[in-house]
């Protein structure tokens, strides 16, 4: 017979000791390892609350000084300064056309003559009837001297004679008008005759157009009719000349607003016969206030907020909101007038999550090097 398993006793009370089961024996070494996991959470949650919010990476720029223009901007299409239709003002056959379309042309210049033979008879028709009343009116004179002829007698003669001499007159302007002449001086911009056409009177046969100087007019609203005045330089840049400006004046203003558009006109000039051509589109800017030391900033760095115009500017890592007070616009550019001096670090990326105080990153490495320089502490200051 074999012997019995041997059994523990316990030491005090004298009872056996069995073993533990198995998931008894798993469910504490679980309890041990959760516990250890969550003092490592523990310990990581507090390192990063001692490490702090993450730094916005923005882009800065220096308030610097340069020159500035207060400037009104508008569009309008250029025309010419003169235009005139050419009409022919007698009926008949165009026997010679003298003008081509781009041909510059001076006033008085024939550039159509019409068959003149019928005006020229009926010119010669008149001429021969004033010869003959002038003849008539010569003897009447001296017969009227000798009493043989009355006073109301030689007066009808006289009143015949001058009849005759209108008529004769008239007959000379029609012969005239055989030959077409330019009212004004310019460019042939349209034709629409051909020798051999029959030309009615009252026809338009050409356009003229003096492109010796261009306008465009600026519709422009009444409250800057005080800062607008004749004679200020005008930049013009056309659509169909890229890169290109041209320079001009403010020819003259219209002293009456519109109750309707509360707009009033300004008519610039700019000299023509170059590469300007009339129906081109113009961008115009008029400027008419110079600042050649103005502090100012990119206009992207404004914050959209017009009642209160605000920057977030860099210093010591920190974003601060800094309200300031603005002059002229011109372009890309802001003038500051108070708020802001000279060399402060204005954020003109990313500004659209910074809050007061955000931590800051400035990307670029001028930009680092000038927030380090305002950062770093001034000579003599405890360190």
Do not use: H
């Amino acid at each position: 017979m074999l012997p019995s398993s041997p059994r523990f006793t316990g030491l005090a009370s004298g009872r056996s000791l069995r073993p533990l089961p198995a998931f008894a024996i798993a469910a504490c070494l679980a309890a041990v390892l959760l516990g250890g996991c969550k003092k490592g959470d523990g310990d990581a949650q507090a390192k990063d609350a001692d490490k702090g919010p993450d730094a916005i990476p923005v882009e800065v720029a220096a308030v610097a000084r340069r020159p500035i223009a207060a400037s009104y901007s508008g569009t309008a299409p250029l025309e010419a300064r003169g235009e005139s239709q050419v009409v022919a003002k007698t009926s008949g056959v165009a026997l010679q056309v003298l003008a081509q379309e781009g041909q510059a042309v001076r006033a008085g210049q024939v550039l159509v003559r019409i068959d003149r033979a019928r005006p020229a008879l009926q010119a010669a028709q008149a001429e021969a009837q004033v010869r003959k009343l002038e003849a008539n009116y010569s003897r009447a004179r001296t017969l009227a001297a000798q009493k043989m002829v009355s006073a109301n007698d030689l007066d009808q003669l006289k009143y015949d004679l001058e009849n005759a001499r209108a008529v004769w007159n008239m007959a000379r302007l029609e012969l005239s008008y055989t030959d077409v002449v330019a009212p004004i001086s310019g460019t042939i911009a349209s034709r629409s005759i051909k020798p051999g056409n029959f030309v009615q009177i009252n026809t338009p046969i050409f356009r003229i157009v003096d492109n010796s100087r261009l306008e465009a007019t600026l519709n422009v609203p009444e409250r800057d009719l005080e800062t607008l005045k004749a004679g200020l330089p005008v930049a013009l840049q056309v659509d169909a000349l890229p890169g290109k400006s041209f320079a001009g004046k403010v020819d003259r203003i219209a002293p009456v607003v519109d109750s309707g558009s509360g707009t009033f006109r300004v008519v610039c000039a700019f000299d023509g016969g170059g590469l300007l051509q009339p129906g081109m589109f113009g961008r115009i800017r008029i400027d008419y206030d110079q600042r050649a030391n103005a502090l100012v900033i990119p206009r992207v760095a404004l914050l959209d907020d017009e009642d209160d115009p605000a920057v977030f500017v860099a210093r010591g890592g920190k974003a601060a909101r800094v309200s300031v007070k603005l002059g002229y616009t011109d372009g890309e550019w802001a003038e500051v007038l108070s708020g802001l001096k000279q060399g402060d670090q204005v954020v003109t990326a990313g500004k659209v999550a910074l809050r007061e105080g955000s931590a800051v990153q400035v990307l670029g490495a001028q930009a680092t090097k000038a927030v380090a320089r305002a950062a770093a502490p001034k000579s003599g200051a405890k360190q």
